[in-house]
């Protein structure tokens, strides 16, 4: 039988100090932006960039390294002793050098796009934080400490995005998006709870290890194993099982955007684009999806399920979302969320390689394109003035930037193209993964199971539209803004920005073609790293697990793969080129939307608005919880408070009444008792004049009452 | 150094002397006494956590168990034919009581701190405060029941006068509801003590009297003569000692509240009325839905400083008075009511972070999410597990610090405007940074977050209260799941509010504050500093407090169960 106590107890690895430096150089580069005002863009760069090129070191040296394991004791709770367990494998140095690296550009690029801004210090502070945070989530392999850290992202989060919290948007936004965070936290703290009693640890390598050896039966879930030397029988419903794995996921909805939590990502745009670009696309939203590769042996079939059709269902209503927005933000934000969908739904499907493959090309052609579009906000800002104000993030405005941000202008369209995924860039290599397996996993569902198909596939088709409508509107045509404003010679003085803001979009360009991570292949199959994250396989008792898809035959992937990629490839081409014949310069819709308000149609108003969730949140949930409390308040104050001071004054009305029967009854008939009665009234009605000593002599007097009733 | 306990009882107490002695023309002093005092109480506190040996474990209901003992008896009274009333003076820790006299000194000394600038009545104000001071520390340490109830009534007369005469407008309503309140409990305490005074007898002094050597002969034999009625009943010596009260063993056969013949009161087991009994008493002092008006307003009228003592020590009495005497003693009846008592716990977590959401002054506000997280505490105790009670103690040393601190904010902004509705202020971030992070600080702890003391807490009661259906069945797994709902609408309230006053364009009300709204003061980082420090550490270093009190935990649970069969 295994004892707990060996698999957890403390382990140590020549690699240790190098995670520990990994994991507190941001909090060093917090505090040096706090004391040292002038210089915290620099020198908070400069430290990123050493734990760059730090987790780029760390990965080529140990990439071929066995998964090991660091621990430590946390703390103990009754029996239990918590660890925290630090594991060191490919996924975690992937993880950490696409959130080192992307947090330099990141920081690199703010040193220019925050350059005029009056809190700069705080906001290369903030940046520590979330830097520290999200490699806590990469670092730890204990589910504990991965929360801790998991709740920490949200805080950094709360704070980048209401970075500019004199406007009111910015601080609304800051708080719905901790606060949806948390609805979804609550699963995951339901998860841990689940987890706890039945393994008492949260350290993920020994609840593997015990969940190995769980079995289920009639029913029930039962785990045998030994703590100290004492033999433990876990058993729980196995329907816990199950909702162990949804729970957790409800973390991963929250954090990833996912169905239906998604509400808070469009709005987390308020922040600061370059924080966009880290936090809300490339690094903290993909902490679900890292959550879930390292749960994933953990997941039973029915979660798993949940967790398919969840990542489906987002990914397509993100899709629609995207189609009609003017914001240049808002477009990227819901195809960040389509895509986190296509990454969610990959590992409920079973898609591991290809999930986590997605979440890295993802995370740098996403990145680029976000920073990208800071470089169009950030030039286009430079032109406001007093008397010219306008939206520097509403593509309304743009038009024609093509010929102006030249620079920009490609990077932008080789991650968009990326995004869209054609042949040859590193979005289409993940997603044609994932599409791949995706239908290996449907036709082996069957039934229901081919909608998670169709709704990805839409998907495809509808991102090339936003994405070519959106480098339309902002590329080609005229540029808009001078005729808006009035002021002709606007847009002599738009020009491409600095080095510090072109270098970090150019290497994200770079690295959003295929090459990067394939060499010359064409497919996932021939990526060093599709090969180093190999999806591993279930461990969940026999009966509750899900077919897993390594055990399909390689010649079923190998027959749908080329269908699947045609497919794929034709709905990505139909999509832009509706996008070209609708959106082209002067071409009538073009015209029309950019002079409309809000888009018309019931089709054009659900995609502007996704679906009315928001509305819906607000009018229903948020009001029945406003109300409700209003009805506790009044409920406190009138009826429970209202029955403690109805009390004292049912004794000052029976105090008088007594007084009354006292004067006009009893009195001159038994003088003594009357008496008697006067005495009592008098004494009862000054409960409330606030005599103390009268209290303690009445609360005897009670006592001894009682006493001589319980006694005889 | 033998007396440590008696030491930090009384040191307040001669303090308070010195105050009144003291003549008027000296009255700045009489802070630095109270200082002083204070001080010292705080730096003995820390001796005895230091003396403390953690380490050691034994049964709860055993005296060898206590650390730090003193014990002389006080006084006896002959009541003729009932008996002899004796009354001991009888002090000592264990892991029970140890965090909560850390805390007391703590906060009582972080109060003075707060109470500096007061100019109202020093002298009164002062001598108050450390009778105050005493009573509460003495209410943490006293063994004896008798004892422990004269502190904790003791408490109720300087508190009163407090809230009376330097609270805020309606300060005489306020105090009267708190006293009334606090003594329609103490009465129901001191119900189930006397009940308790002819139930329990000393098994040492009941040798002795039948002329055993006690030396040799163990307590266990007295017990088993007592039993086999070999002593008779009218020899027995009985006992205030709140550690005899603990064993079921020591119960006069026959008695009210006797273990294995149940005698009934209302048609219900004595033993269960007599838990509900105190379960009820200490649940106002808490404060347990749905006893808990009398502390909105309490917490409104009372100046700062006792606000600040008010939610950071008052309100834990009541959950030691549970831990110590209602489980300790009844834990069958423990276990009878565990499924209200967990309900109860469930409800003030929602109800009040519900009503917290509705308020509209900054106090209130803070009031109710102090009853919203004492609502863990019955939820942890209810549990009946090891990780559930443990996170309860722990849930209220973190919550003396966090409120402590979250009161002496609101007083931070009280003090400059006299206003506490949160409508009234807008971007005071933009004006009072520093004090912004302060209260970020605050309101993140309260909410929960991760790194402060308050998660660990939570936690450990959410996890306790889980698995409390399937180890004991305690309380039912769905109890906690709907409890977590708490933590989104402590997000939602405390955010809701910093997003009103803190974030946006600077504004208040009234321009005649304007010149008062300037960034923290020295007085004030040093009331605020030491308490973040201190909930950082016991949120990133849970095992400096839970390794001293893991075996009084480890008792107290292992008490607790051996009574019931799961």
Redesign the interface.
Known sequence: MIELGDIISPQTHSLQVWLVVLLLAPIGSFLCSCLLKKSAPIISSGVIGLTTVLSIYLAINNWQIEPTIIKGN???????QLTYAMMIDQLMLVMAVVVNFISFLVHFFSIEYMKKDKRKPRYFAFLGIFTFSMMGIVLFHDL?LM???W??VG?SS?LLI?FW????SA??A??KA??VN??G??GF??G???L??QFQTFDLEAVKTLMVVSEIEDGNWISQFMIQGQEVV???DGRWLSAAGIALFCGAVGKSAQFPLQIWLPDAMEGPTPVSALIHAATMVAAGVYLLARIFVLLDAQALEVVAVVGAITAFMAAIAALSQFDIKKVLAYSTISQLGYMVMAMGIGAYTAGLFHLVTHAFFKAGLFLSAGIIIHQLHKLETDDIKFDAQDMRVMGGLRKKLPITFFAFLICSLALVGLPGFSGFISKDAILLDLAVWSDIKGGGFYIPEVLAFATVLFTGFYTFRMILLVFFGEFRLPGITGAKNLGDRLKDGNLNLLLPAIILAVLSFGFAFTGLGFSAESSWLAHALETPVYIVPISYAAQSLVDISEQTFKDLHGLVTVVATGLALVGIVIALISYRPNAKLEQSFIERREPVGMFGQVSFYHWYLDAFYRKFILKF??L???A??WF?RKV??GI?NLI?KITVISAHLTKWFDRYLVDGIVNLSANLAGRVGQATRS??G?N?QL?IAL?FV??IL??LY?VF | MGNLLSYIIFIPLIAAAIVLVLPKKLEHSYKWVTLGASGLTLTLAILTILKFDATKTGAISSESTLQLVEKTEWFRISLGSIGSFSVDYFLGVDGINLSMLLLAAIVLFIGVIASWNLKKKRKGYFSLYLLLSSSVLGCFVALDFFLFYLFFEFML?PM?FLI?IWGGPRR?YA???F???T?LG??LI??VM?GLYNSVYDPVRTGEMAGYNMSSTSIEQIQALVKSGQIETERLVKSFNMIYMADAMNYIPGS?LDNDVIKT?FGQPARWMAFLALLIGFAIKLPAV?F???LPDAHVEAPTPISVVLAGILLKIGGYGLIRTAFIMFPDGAYHYSWMIGFFGMLAII?GA??A???KDLKKLIAYSSVSHMGFVLLGLAAF???GV??AVYQMFSHGLISSMLFLIAGVIYDRTHDRLIENYG?L??QMPKFAVFVGIAF?ASLG???FSG?IAE??V??GA??SS??IGAIP?WM??VA??G???G??YY??TF?RM????FWVKSKEWLPEMEDLNTREYLMLVPLVILIIIFGI???LL?NLI?NG??GF?EHITASINP
């Open positions: 946390w703390f103990r709770i009754g029996n239990s504990l929360f801790v850290f709740e920490l805080l709360y209401g919290f004199e406007k009111k601080s609304r800051a708080n901790f606060i948390r609805i936290d609550l703290i339901t841990l709870m689940i706890f009693t876990s058993s729980l919880f406003m409700f409390s209003q506790s308040s406190d429970i408070d403690v004292p409960i409330q606030g103390v209290y609360s009670f006592v009682l006493m319980l | 007369l009163y009376g005489e105090a009267i509801k006293f009334l309140y003594l103490s009465i001191l119900i006397i009210v009161v749905p808990h008006t009398w109800y519900l009503n959401l509705a308020q597990t090891v990780e443990t996170g971007g971030s933009i993140f977050l991760p790194g998660f936690l450990m959410f996890l889980f698995k399937h180890v797994s906690p799941i977590t709902l933590l989104v609408l997000a939602g955010l809701w997003q803190f974030l946006g364009q270093f849970p095992s839970l893991e935990m480890g649970i």
